[in-house]
């Protein structure tokens, strides 16, 4: 029975994980920034012509909805470098999609004010209303995960792969990668390799290297490898 190997994020991987987490926390409180310097805004605005309100509340709006998503963005790289573990179903859906409920916070407080003041206009309402309406939903669809990384499912994946790394390569866990390709090379010398500075170690090495979530095993080098072995069980057979 082959040892089940455990992916743990290195400490490097957790380094620069929890400094993107922290920049995406700070942009989300840009967002809510902006948010309430919107409402302020509309609350003041009196004596402020209404296309100078229209631009200014729109501008905010965008602003807000840009810091949202660049926020999502790093969270969810964040959780690809250190992901959470499932075994706390609750706390496991809340890490990976907190940018969702960052974007709910950033817009809806906003579409409620718009909505429920009576100081504004119904041309306005809709006006303001339909814009955050409309950005809290991009915000949404652009933070959510909709495969989010784990433990468990790097672990899986790992395993997965070094079977068959050990199946092609007469029990041996070794593979080849380079920097930028996402590809687990049984040979070092396969035609896909196009970088002169390549690494080795085991599949479980790779990944905690590579830091992405994406490693394939070279279907190329797979093609090899079993066409190698049906050369060596046709010469023992002959």
């Known amino acids: 029975m082959n040892e089940q190997k455990q992916f ?6 957790k380094g620069q994980a929890k400094q993107l987490r922290i920049f995406a926390a700070l942009l989300w409180i840009g967002a809510l920034v902006a948010q309430i310097v919107a409402i302020r805004l509309i609350l003041k605005a009196v004596n402020m012509e209404e296309s100078i309100l229209n631009v200014w509340t729109i501008g905010l709006v965008v602003l807000d909805l840009a810091l949202v998503l660049i926020g999502s963005m790093l969270w969810k790289k964040a959780g690809r470098l250190d992901p959470p ?13 907190l940018g969702v409920i960052a974007a709910i916070v950033a817009f809806l407080p906003l579409i409620l004010f718009v909505l429920t003041n009576k100081n504004i206009d119904g041309k306005q309402k809709a006006i303001f209303g339909s814009i955050a309406g409309v950005a809290m939903l991009i915000a949404g669809i652009g933070s959510y995960d909709f495969n989010p990384p784990s433990i468990e499912k790097y672990t899986e994946q790992i395993n997965a792969q070094t079977d068959v790394i050990k199946e092609l390569n007469n029990g041996v866990d070794m593979v080849y990668w380079t920097p930028s390709g996402n590809k687990l090379h049984i040979y070092n010398d396969c ?3 196009r970088s002169s500075v390549v690494s080795e170690g085991t599949v479980e090495q790779a990944w905690q290297a590579r830091k992405i979530d994406n490693n394939e095993v070279c279907k190329t ?11 060596k069980l046709n010469e023992l057979v002959e």
């Open 8 to 13: 743990v994020a290195t400490d490097e991987a």
């Open 85 to 97: 573990s499932e075994k706390n179903k609750f706390l496991f859906m809340l890490q990976s999609q």
């Open 191 to 193: 035609q896909h390799v």
């Open 221 to 231: 080098c797979i093609a090899k490898a079993e066409n190698a072995k049906k050369a």
